[in-house]
């Protein structure tokens, strides 16, 4: 809620609210159902709010003594137009706000004249095209807000007058192409948005003259072919294009951009990447490219050392290159599921990997130097995989592995070795692996799925001491039975109220909690008992 | 000295609320209104605003247009990437705000700018 100070100050226009600063005045008048612009306002006013009224039009000359004006905030009102003379007197304007109006066009013959004027908010207004002179008198404008107009293309003309531009947004127009040389002046710009438009094609030097350009936004839009345009921009740090209609990345896409360091373009039926499209973006810290199924080859990645995050799902990988590690030393997670892989290279040059998604493949199997050295892998996902054989000393270095997923494979034996500090353990789907693995193994385990349900016993989830016959429904772990069961352990003698040391009772519950936690599947019952039954 | 919010008023008489509630403020806006939560002791209350508090910027979307917080060292900003006006003891170059300014610039200590 807005909260207004301190009585109305000398030359404050009733109803509005003053505010001193120092010998200037900062006036609020917003949201009070004004028509039009109070005439008593005090030369000293640096800052004057009159969003959120009724104003439809602004009579001539209205802030003609506001030489000192530097902020001036007219949004949320029902202005269809402002004349150039409206606005005169205003030398030292700054901040101009016009956003939220009904503004159908701008003057063009007389344009505003407001040299010191830094940022201009047009956003939100009924503009369809922007007049070649409009800008004429606001040369040392800054930011510019456009988004959410009309507009059916760039205006071109008009953008030439602004030489200082450093921020742009065009987004949220219906603009359906860029023509060559549509931004040549503005050599200062660094971020453009041009999002949710309907921008179907670009010529190749459209982005010509943005020589500062760092971030480019053209996600939402309908483009057909990769931009090559963007060739031009040396300086491009941030660059989106998802959610388009683009079907493939030439080679060398990225040959003008080495200052790369994010790219967006999911959400595109991309089904061919150029082998040396992501080559030489030392910057570059993430790469997802999804469904590309015109890939058979994994990418050419020399010069891209900075690469943390890779993602290459669901395309035609039947292999990985060998120096895979060598071109992305920093690698931390590497998804590669749903590919045709059959052979793993050796990933111990990989020291930073965290994880790894290997999920969907055709991997036959996993050899000594597999995972080497690995120490800082928590996460392996091999399931749906055609494993056979994994090497005695394939996990022995994982010292931070907590999760391994092997399900559906082909394991007769999975090796222990190194398998210590693991939580999740999956190994449903090898139907060849009977061995009951104790606990002992897996002091930290939680989750644990396993071919058949014997193989749970060991994790006493079935009471299993019982012999078989005396099975009965009663199996729930609940805390009432751990607790029926506790004190059957630690008898209180009632009369004495002897309570044994309450931190070393809890710790023993703990201990013997932890013992019973242990979520192992399939769980045991009537139909599948504890005894090992072969081929149950 | 910029007015904290500009064009909002409190409660359920705001002029950009679509729906509301007098516990919660505005709980959607108007189309082209920027929906801001914003905290009053332990309480949120949703705010529809046409142009974001300082320290937030605006995005529009044809979904929705919301308000998001600057970088902590910049005060007002058009985009995450890009300030427009330093917090104390920061500079503006080219939309960044840093302690230095770059050689052969000086620091405006008015403005918060490198020139």
Request: aromatic residues 8%; hydrophobic residues 35%; glycine residues 6%.
């Amino acid at each position: 809620a807005q909260d207004r100070q301190g009585p109305a100050a000398p030359l404050c226009p009733s109803p509005c609210q003053c505010e001193e600063d120092g010998i200037f005045v900062m006036v609020d008048c917003s949201e009070l159902g004004l028509a039009s612009v109070p005439t008593n306002l005090s030369p000293l006013t640096t800052y004057l709010d009159l969003s959120m009224n009724n104003i439809s039009e602004i009579q001539p000359r209205a802030f003609h003594r506001l030489h000192l004006l530097s902020e001036l905030r007219i949004s949320g009102n029902q202005l269809r137009y402002i004349s150039g003379h409206a606005l005169q007197g205003l030398h030292n304007l700054k901040v101009l706000m016009l956003q939220n109006n009904q503004l159908e066009r701008l003057p063009d013959d007389a344009p505003w004249d407001l040299p010191n004027l830094l940022s201009l908010r047009l956003d939100a207004n009924l503009l369809s095209e922007v007049p070649a002179g409009a800008f004429r008198g606001v040369r040392s404008l800054r930011h510019l807000w456009l988004d959410d107009n009309s507009l059916t293309e760039i205006p071109v003309t008009a953008l030439d007058s602004l030489p200082s531009l450093q921020a742009m947004t065009l987004a949220l127009n219906q603009i359906t192409h860029i023509p060559d040389y549509a931004f040549t002046n503005l050599s200062a710009l660094v971020v453009l948005h041009l999002h949710n438009n309907q921008i179907r094609s670009m010529d190749a030097r459209c982005f010509e003259g943005l020589h500062s350009l760092e971030t480019l936004d053209l996600n939402y839009n309908d483009l057909q072919e990769f931009p090559v345009a963007i060739r031009t921009l040396s300086k491009l740090q941030e660059l989106g294009f998802h959610n388009n209609n683009i079907k493939a990345i030439p080679e060398r896409a990225f040959v003008g951009n080495p200052q790369l360091q994010t790219i967006h373009f999911y959400e595109n039926p991309i089904q061919f990447v150029g082998k040396s499209a992501f080559q030489f973006l030392p910057k570059l810290h993430t790469l997802s490219l999804n469904g590309a199924t015109q890939i058979q080859e994994f990418p050419d990645l020399k010069g891209t050392t900075s690469l943390e995050i890779l993602t290459l799902t669901r395309a035609g990988l039947s292999a990985l290159p060998l120096d895979l590690c060598e071109q992305l030393p920093r690698l931390r997670v590497l998804e590669l599921s749903y590919n045709q892989i059959e052979d793993l290279p050796s990933f111990h040059h990989c020291s930073a990997l965290q994880e790894i998604g290997l999920q969907h493949n055709q991997i036959r199997r996993i050899e000594s130097s597999t995972f080497q050295q690995l120490t800082s892998l928590r996460a392996i996902d091999l399931s749906w995989n055609v494993i056979e054989w994994i090497h005695l000393d394939a996990f022995v270095s994982l010292h931070s592995l907590i999760k391994l997923d092997l399900t559906e494979n082909r394991l007769s034996s999975v090796p222990v070795a190194g398998l210590g500090g693991l939580t999740h353990l999956k190994l449903r789907g090898n139907t060849e692996l009977y061995e009951a693995f104790s606990p002992d193994y897996f002091p930290r385990m939680r989750v644990i799925e396993m071919p058949y349900a014997y193989q749970c016993c060991v994790y006493g989830s079935c009471d299993s001491y019982k012999p078989a016959s005396q099975w009965d429904t009663e199996q729930s772990n609940t805390d009432e039975d751990l607790h029926k069961r506790t004190v059957a352990m630690y008898p209180m003698h009632a009369d004495t109220h002897y309570d044994p040391d309450l931190e070393e009772f809890q710790m023993e519950i703990e201990e013997s909690k932890l013992q019973t936690s242990v979520q192992c599947t399939p769980t045991p019952g009537p139909f599948r008992p504890c005894d090992s039954l072969l081929g149950s | 000295q910029h007015k904290q919010i500009s064009g909002v008023s409190s409660g359920c008489q705001q002029g950009g609320c679509l729906t509301c509630s007098d516990y919660n403020g505005c709980l959607s806006c108007k189309p082209r209104f920027f929906m801001h939560l914003e905290r009053i002791g332990m309480k949120q209350i949703g705010v529809c605003m046409t142009s974001c508090p300082p320290g937030f910027y605006g995005t529009r979307s044809p979904e929705r247009n919301t308000c998001t917080k600057c970088r902590s060292d910049c005060e007002s900003c058009f985009h995450k990437t890009f300030c427009t006006h330093c917090r104390a003891g920061f500079y503006l170059q080219q939309g960044k705000c840093q302690e230095n300014c770059p050689e052969g610039m000086v620091r405006n200590e008015a403005q918060r700018e490198c020139v």
